[in-house]
């Protein structure tokens, strides 16, 4: 008989545990949502920046190039053939894509080079340097 | 034997109908004096007093019921909007990102075409944009767009985005093209300036 009450008690408890939880739950969802969505805003506004900012500077290479070929070593058109490749390849509407970071990784490295060797500093403030930094709206 | 079993039966029943009968019969009998009648009226009278405090007592009892369904209903809420987060983030960032990739990269966009023509040698940029007017033009927009910050750019889109979502969701008057943000200002005259020199060829949209 007093387990029985016991038994009924701890139900009773789980039950309403589980009320609460349900509740809470739907809250989640949709607040989780949006603070998410507000996430990746963010996210997604800096990882375009940052490509697009790569994409600019590769055409215009591109079209020096093509008005004239000897402007840049053969190993600067290399690299900027090889960021072309990589933008290229960059998964830019799947987020949960993986490859996203190695390849945005290379793309830094093969910029740097290229404006070391053309002794230029091609960047922006704000721009990522090596690890991106959040910025409250 | 029928006596016995009979009273084992019904023992408890006799009993009940036993006291009925003596307090009927005891009532009988207290009727003869008014004055016992009157205690017994008494006795009925405080069991009706009686029931304010039971239902203050139910009353403490469902506070406490309700207490205790209130604590256990916060810690699974607790729980709950944590779960309900998790199962909802990858969805809300996917859609964040995707709403402002195209913008983020047709401003970066207009960032690297400025910068790099800012930064050719003399002899070809002359060669890329053939006159004084346009290299000017370029100079001015340069210096315009590099002077934005990241943290800046984003918070216009974040405004402009927001401020559209407004609007779709009220359903007012329709977005005007200046409502298209500062970013989208500058995309569209980093556009317009492309098309006017042959020798610069940028793709402005994304492969899919």
């Known amino acids: ?137 | 034997m029928m006596g016995t079993i009979a009273d084992e039966l019904y023992s408890e029943t006799l009993k009940l109908v036993n006291v009925k009968l003596d307090s009927t019969s005891s009532g009988t009998s207290h009727g003869k004096h008014p004055d016992d009648g009157s205690t017994d009226e008494c006795t009925h009278d405080n069991d009706l007093w009686d029931a304010p405090d039971d239902l203050a007592e139910t009353s403490d009892l469902d506070r406490e019921w309700k207490n205790r369904r209130e604590e256990f209903q916060t810690i699974g809420y607790r729980d709950g909007i944590i779960a309900g987060k998790e199962a909802s983030a990858q969805e809300g960032f996917n859609h964040g990102f995707k709403e402002s990739v195209n913008a983020g990269y047709q401003w970066g966009l207009v960032r690297g075409v400025t910068s790099a023509l800012a930064f050719l040698p003399d002899g070809l940029k002359e060669k890329v944009m053939e006159t004084d007017i346009k290299r000017a033009q370029l100079q001015k927009l340069y210096e315009s767009t590099s002077s934005i910050s990241t943290p800046d750019a984003l918070k216009s889109f974040h405004d402009y985005i927001v401020s559209k979502k407004t609007v779709e969701n009220t359903n007012t008057t329709p977005s005007s093209p200046t409502s298209e943000g500062l970013l989208g200002k500058y995309y569209k005259e980093l556009s317009a300036f492309v098309k006017e020199c042959p020798a610069i060829n940028i793709q402005p949209t994304i492969d899919p």
């Not at chain 1, 939880?21 to 800096?46: I, M, T």
């Open chain 1, 1 to 137: 008989m007093g387990e029985d009450m016991f038994d009924s008690s701890v139900n009773l408890e789980q039950f309403h545990i589980k009320e609460g939880y349900d509740l809470g739950y739907k809250d989640g969802l949709v607040s989780g949502k949006d603070e998410a969505w507000q996430v990746g805003l963010q996210h997604g506004f800096r990882v375009g920046e940052e490509l697009g900012f790569y994409k600019g500077c590769v055409d215009i290479w591109d079209s020096a190039i093509a008005i004239q070929p000897e402007l840049f070593s053969p190993r600067v058109r290399k690299s900027i053939q090889t960021m072309e490749n990589l933008i290229g390849r960059y998964p830019l509407m799947d987020p949960e894509d993986e490859s996203a970071q190695d390849i945005m990784e290379s793309l830094r490295l093969q910029f740097k080079r290229i404006c070391v060797t053309l002794g230029v500093k091609l960047d922006y403030i704000g721009y990522p340097m090596s690890s991106s930094q959040d910025v409250a709206f």
